[in-house]
Every structure is written in structure tokens, then in C-alpha cells.
T-cell receptor, first 115, second 112 residues
Framework: GDSVTQMEGPVTLSEEACLTI???????????LFWYVQYPGEGLQLLLK?????DKGSNKGFEATYRKETTSFHLEKGSVQVSDSAVYFC??????????????FGGGTRVLVKP | KAGVTQTPRYLIKTRGQQVTLSCSPI?????VSWYQQTPGQGLQFLFE???????NKGNFPGRFSGRQFSNSRSEMNVSTLELGDSALYLC???????????FGSGTRLTVV
């Protein structure tokens, strides 16, 4: 079956430090890849996505590149802010016609940015 | 444009009771999915509905059920509640397959 593995946290950083969260996947078909972010007490927000190999998703200074050869989708940000403190989830979705699709999530990585 | 709306935000129920959670998707979105989030199991897929039909189902017991109405609003029901059903239940809607889902803020269910 499909699965997503991401680095465990918590990851603690100082403001303006670089952030990398590793994510690798296994999928039965050709997946679309996503990063979601969850702030305390809230649902999930789509941060960025990529739908085919070598696509780069980017948003709010975060970037991730769909690497089919290494089955990876690592999340990076060059300079984090306190407001980036949250839990980040890597996810994949494989579309199966008539059978719908679902998101398969990694376990989440908690990031804490200190001033 | 209104987002995905889930009601209620918080619920406290007693073991053995049943509960119904509601989700209103973004206008025009016909696909609605439900997920359970717990500290131990993380985010797990419950089911997906499209045009009132269940298209996909996760590995949950039959106590968990759902439905979708003609206006795309969805409900999920959990019968004979167990302590382990305490979780954040998230609903998500999508315009079409593969483009990602927009999530609601969730319903926090506590079973005592």
C-alpha cells in the first residue's frame, strides 16, 4: 500500500535559521505530493503541492521538489520565523478513476521556532 | 468564498452513545472526505463521498458511517462510542481528483 515517512520531531530552531523536513514515500501508482501545515487548535492548511516529477511547489518561502528517482519531497525554508511554529505533514494522493482518491499522511513533524 | 465548515467544534459524549458530525464543503466542491486524527495513530482516512456515493473507505469498523446529501453536505456517524474514538475529526473537500483538499477546522470529540 501507499505510505509516507517523514522525519520525527520536534525540530527546534532559532529565528532566521534554515529548515529542512525530510519526506519519502512509496506509492502503488503515480502520486501527487503535498505539504500541509497545522497550527494549534486548527485544521490542516495546504502549504504546497507538486503533481509530477521535477515539479517544484512553493508558498510563503517554503519549497519542495518532487524527486521521483529518490521518491522524496523534502520541505525547505531558508529563513524561518516564530510564526512558522506548527506541525507539518507530508502527504500523497494517487488518483484511481471511479474509485476516488484519498490522502495518505506521514506522521507529522512539529517545528518550534524560538526568537 | 466560505471555507469548509464543520459543526460542532467540540463534543463530549459518553461511552455507548452515538454521535453525528456535520461538514459543509466549499461551494462547488462535490468530493468530501473524512479523516480521524489521534496522537497515537496520526491522520487516518475514514471515507470519501462524491455526488452522494461513497467512493472510497478506510480501515475502520462498521460503527463509523457517513453520507452525503444532494447539496454536497456530508455527515459522519459513530455508533456505540468507545474511549478510543476520542479524536479530532477532520472533513475536507475537493473540486476534483488530484488537486488537493481544503480542510475544515475539525470537530474535537471526547468520549468519557
Amino acid at each position: 500500500g501507499d505510505s509516507v515517512t517523514q522525519m520525527e520531531g520536534p525540530v527546534t530552531l532559532s529565528e532566521e535559521a534554515c529548515l529542512t523536513i525530510n519526506c519519502t514515500y512509496t506509492a502503488t501508482g503515480y502520486p501527487s505530493l503535498f505539504w500541509y501545515v497545522q497550527y494549534p487548535g486548527e485544521g490542516l492548511q495546504l502549504l504546497l503541492k507538486a503533481t509530477k516529477a521535477d515539479d517544484k511547489g512553493s508558498n510563503k518561502g517554503f519549497e519542495a521538489t518532487y524527486r521521483k528517482e529518490t521518491t522524496s519531497f523534502h520541505l525547505e525554508k531558508g529563513s524561518v520565523q516564530v510564526s512558522d511554529s506548527a506541525v507539518y505533514f507530508c502527504a500523497l494522493s494517487v488518483v484511481i478513476k471511479a474509485a476516488g482518491n484519498k490522502l495518505t499522511f506521514g506522521g507529522g513533524t512539529r517545528v518550534l521556532v524560538k526568537p | 468564498k466560505a471555507g469548509v465548515t464543520q459543526t460542532p467544534r467540540y463534543l463530549i459524549k459518553t461511552r455507548g452513545q452515538q454521535v453525528t458530525l456535520s461538514c459543509s464543503p466549499i461551494s462547488g466542491h462535490r468530493s468530501v472526505s473524512w479523516y480521524q486524527q489521534t496522537p497515537g495513530q496520526g491522520l487516518q482516512f475514514l471515507f470519501e463521498y462524491f455526488s452522494e456515493t461513497q467512493r472510497n473507505k478506510g480501515n475502520f469498523p462498521g460503527r463509523f458511517s457517513g453520507r452525503q446529501f444532494s447539496n454536497s453536505r456530508s455527515e459522519m456517524n459513530v455508533s456505540t462510542l468507545e474511549l478510543g474514538d476520542s479524536a479530532l475529526y477532520l472533513c475536507a473537500s475537493s473540486l476534483r481528483q488530484g488537486v488537493g483538499y481544503t480542510f475544515g477546522s475539525g470537530t474535537r470529540l471526547t468520549v468519557v
